[in-house]
């Protein structure tokens, strides 16, 4: 039996196979029957692999949520206990009469925060007081209030519903 050649495209470059699938056989027939479901098979192995990649990142990102929210609860409790000792630290400092404490490397002082204003009753605010940021409801001008009962030292601030208040903070140097 003679041996049979490929035919060679010299201008592409490329080698050329006769094509199977252009004679209706039989064996063409089950070549692309073949062919189809491998690339079904295949199709659906990558859809497998996405679907559980996703699935994946999903679980990862639940986990990390969870963590988030224990680390975020784990920072509020160290924030307030960070609180309590600096309020703890100020009240000893007060009780003694002391205003700084020095160490070797650092310095703690006592010092006063600005006024600030809290309102109680709104309603026992005068007009001239209130403003309206939105339409609708008018809040009371806390800065104000503040700088007129500042001002004028004879106002009680409880006539008007509300409250000066002033704390002592805790200065590190």
């Known amino acids: 039996m003679a041996a049979r050649t490929l035919p060679v495209n010299l201008y592409a470059n490329v080698v050329t196979l006769p094509s199977v699938a252009s004679r ?4 063409a027939r089950k070549l692309a029957g073949d062919i189809n479901r491998d ?4 199709q659906k192995q990558l859809v497998d692999r996405l679907a559980i990649a996703l699935d994946r990142i999903e679980e990862a990102q639940e986990r990390l949520k969870i963590r988030a929210n224990a680390l975020t609860k784990r920072a509020n409790r160290f924030g307030e206990r960070a609180e309590l000792l600096e309020r703890l630290i100020v009240l000893e400092m007060q009780e003694a009469d002391v205003t700084q404490l020095a160490g070797n490397a650092r310095t703690l002082k006592t010092q006063l925060a600005p006024f600030a204003l809290e309102v109680v009753d709104e309603k026992l ?4 007081y209130m403003r309206a940021p939105k339409p609708g409801k008018p809040a009371p001008s806390k800065d104000a209030l503040k700088q007129a009962f500042l001002a004028d030292e004879k106002l009680d601030p409880e006539l008007y519903g509300c409250k000066l208040t002033r704390r002592t903070l805790l200065v590190r140097q």
């Open 39 to 42: 690339t079904e098979r295949k």
């Open 125 to 128: 605010i005068p007009a001239d």
């Open 24 to 27: 209706p056989t039989a064996l």
